[in-house]
């Protein structure tokens, strides 16, 4: 998972919070399972229902309906995902966040799905098929949470760093950023929304990185005299792509400050 951090550092993901939906698992015996897809584990769909969480297998499923209906396939082999560069920084490399932001212990907390951020005072939510990737910091100073799946395919991390310039100027220097990093870097639109009740720019773009395509959700915005940063990726070459997107954009829509 510590290879997991370096394919996401620097500029995040700004999925805009969607209303309530549900997704529908139609079985093979006729049977509906009305919920919400947030992950898939060995060969089965975890769904978190109304009454709990359900593990159904693949090859019991006839068809899935989503926001834009695709058929399932298997998860891509685990491979390891590109490494990114360091969070989006224009100024000089002299200007770095304090390094009381590296070494200042970090206070946080899991509870079933809700991750608490105690040190920086918020709260998102965690799907289950993802883990807190460990020592995070150590390799992106500016990260404070990285999380992911554990076959490494969809990966979302939540960076930190001092307001130093407009807000429009460090988006612009994230974007520029991943697309040096990315080769066939294809723009799918960006956009102006909030985010934990902030003003955020949200891109949007696709890219490759050793041999494989990804689907990545940028954020930026500002809360004070701080810039977060979310991004949010996962394999662009499967059929659960939409899949993943939705459980990308529920996280997001989550995040909320707790002072």
């Known amino acids: 998972m510590k290879r997991a951090l370096l394919c996401l550092t620097g500029l995040f993901l700004v999925a805009s919070p969607r209303g309530v939906s549900a997704d529908e698992l139609r079985l093979k015996d006729g049977t509906k399972i009305v919920g919400n897809i947030v992950g898939f584990e060995g060969d089965a769909f975890k769904v978190e229902t109304s009454y709990g969480f359900a593990l159904v297998k693949k ?3 006839a068809s899935i309906v989503v926001s834009e209906a695709k058929s399932p396939a298997p998860p891509p082999a685990r491979t390891n995902p590109p490494p990114i560069a360091p969070a989006a920084n224009t100024a000089p490399a002299t200007v770095q966040p304090p390094a009381r932001t590296v070494e200042a212990p970090m206070r946080e907390a899991v509870e079933g799905t809700r991750y608490t951020n105690l040190t920086y005072s918020f709260q998102l939510y965690k799907p289950p098929s993802w883990s807190v990737i460990e ?3 150590k390799t992106l100073p500016t990260a404070i949470v990285a999380m992911g799946t554990e076959d490494q395919t969809t990966i979302f991390i939540v960076g ?3 307001l130093q310039k407009a807000i429009e100027q460090h988006a612009a220097a994230n974007e520029r950023r991943l697309r040096e990093l990315y080769e066939n870097y294809r723009s799918l639109g960006e956009r102006r929304t909030t985010v934990a009740g902030q003003p955020a720019f949200e891109k949007h773009f696709r890219g490759t990185v050793e041999e494989h395509e990804w689907s990545v959700t940028l954020l930026t915005f500002a809360r004070e005299k701080e810039v977060f940063t979310l991004i949010g ?5 499967s059929d659960l792509i939409q899949i993943q997107e ?9 995040l909320e400050f707790t002072k």
């Open 233 to 237: 990726m996962t394999y662009a070459n």
């Open 59 to 61: 090859d019991k499923v």
């Open 246 to 254: 939705n459980v990308i954009a529920r996280t997001i829509a989550s």
């Open 160 to 162: 930190r760093e001092p």
């Open 135 to 137: 020592g995070a910091r």
